[in-house]
C-alpha cells in the first residue's frame, strides 16, 4: 500500500480527539473511532473488575514472593527510566518487600532529572542495579537511519533495545518476573501508524537495508518474536503490568513518588529523555503531520480526567510551544552529527508509514493471536 493512496478528507472523531492525521482511522455510523471504541471495550472489561484498593496488587506481589526461592537473589526486575510510570512499579515493588534487580538502558539521552530520579530508586533498600550502556557510535547511526527513513517511529531502536536488555539481565540473573510501568490508565490509545510494532525485525532490518548500512549493526539490541518465545517458553520469563491492578492515577503517584523519595517531575508525558521530547513535540509533528498529545488527550478525555473541549483547547497550540525549539534542535543535531539546516530540511521531507516498508504484520498478528488464545490470554488490538 502506498501512502499517496491513503489521501483522504479530514475526520476528527465526535468523543475523543483522534482524527484522520491517523491514516488508518475508521469511524463507526456515530462518528466515534476505532481507537475509543477498542479502548471502551477493553476499559471496561479491565476496569470493571478493579476498585480503589490495592488489593489485587499486593496479592499480585505475595504471589510473586512465594514463587521464588531464596536461593535466588531477586524476585523481579525492573525496567528505570525516571519517569513517572517506572519509577511508582519500582517504589510499590520495593514497598511490598521484593527483592528488585532495576534495568536501565542509557542511550545517551537522559536528563539530569532522570539520572537523579534513576538514582533515588536505585538507592533504596533492597535495590540493585544494572545498566545497560549503548556503544554510542553504533546506535547513533540506528538513529540517524530511522530520522532519514521519514518514519515516525525514530524512537524505536530505543525501545526494542529496552527490552533486549531487560531480557539478557533477567537471563543473567536467572529472574523469572520483569515489572514494566507500562498502564492501560495512561496509554489505552495509540495507532500501530504512529508507532509501529518494535517486535517486528523484519521491519526494523528492511529500514537499515533500505538506507544502503548492514543488519548488522541492528544485532546488539535485536529482540523479536523469536527471542520472545526462547524468553518465554524456554526461560520461562513473564513480563507483567503492576499498574494495571488497580486504578493508577498519574498525579496521584507523581505526588507520592515526591513525597516518599524525593523524586522529580520530568514535565510531559514520556518526556523523561531529550530524544522523547524532540521525537513527539518538534520531529512528527512536523515531519509526520500528528500530534503525540493527540493519543493522551483521548486517554484522558475516555478516563474522565479532561473534556473534549478542553482537549480541543489544549490542541489549538503547537506542541512545542513550551520548548526552546531551537536550542533543542541545535542539541539533537549535534549530537547525532547533522547540521541544524540538514535537520531542518530532513524534517520538511514527506513522509514515510511503516506499511512502506516490507514487514511481517500479518503473520505476527496471527501468531501473537494463537499464542494469547493458547495460553488463555486475551486478544489485543496489536501484536
Ligand atoms: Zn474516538
Known sequence: MKTSSLKRDYQICNRCVMDTSDPFITFDMDGHCNHCNYFLQKKIRHFKKKDNSRESLYDLFDNIKRQNSSSRSYDVLIGISGGTDSSSTLLLAQEAGLRILAVHLDNGWDTPISIRNINRLVSLKGVDYECEVLNWNNFKLLQRIFINSGLPDIELPTDIAILAAQNKFAIKHKIKTILTGGNISNEGILPAAWMYNVKDTLFAESVIKKSGHSKSLFKPIKFGFRDELKHRLIHKIKTLHPLNYYNYDKVEAKKELIKKIGWEDPVG???????????????????????????????????????????????????????????????????????????????????????????????????????????????????
Request: charge should be positive.
Open 269 to 383: 508525558k514520556h518526556c523523561e529523555s531529550t530524544y522523547t521530547s524532540f521525537c513527539q513535540l518538534i520531529y512528527q509533528p512536523k515531519r509526520n503531520k500528528f500530534d503525540y498529545r493527540r493519543a493522551h488527550l483521548s486517554t484522558d478525555i475516555l478516563q474522565k480526567r479532561i473534556t473534549r473541549n478542553q482537549a480541543l483547547e489544549i490542541l489549538k497550540s503547537d506542541p512545542w510551544v513550551n520548548l526552546d525549539v531551537e536550542s533543542q534542535l541545535e542539541f539533537v543535531a549535534y549530537k547525532l552529527g547533522y547540521s541544524v539546516l540538514e535537520l531542518k530540511e530532513i524534517m520538511s521531507m514527506p513522509s514515510k508509514w511503516y506499511f512502506d516498508f516490507p514487514n511481517r504484520k500479518r503473520f505476527l498478528g496471527m501468531s501473537y493471536d494463537i499464542y494469547r488464545f493458547l495460553t488463555g490470554r486475551n486478544k489485543l488490538a496489536q501484536f
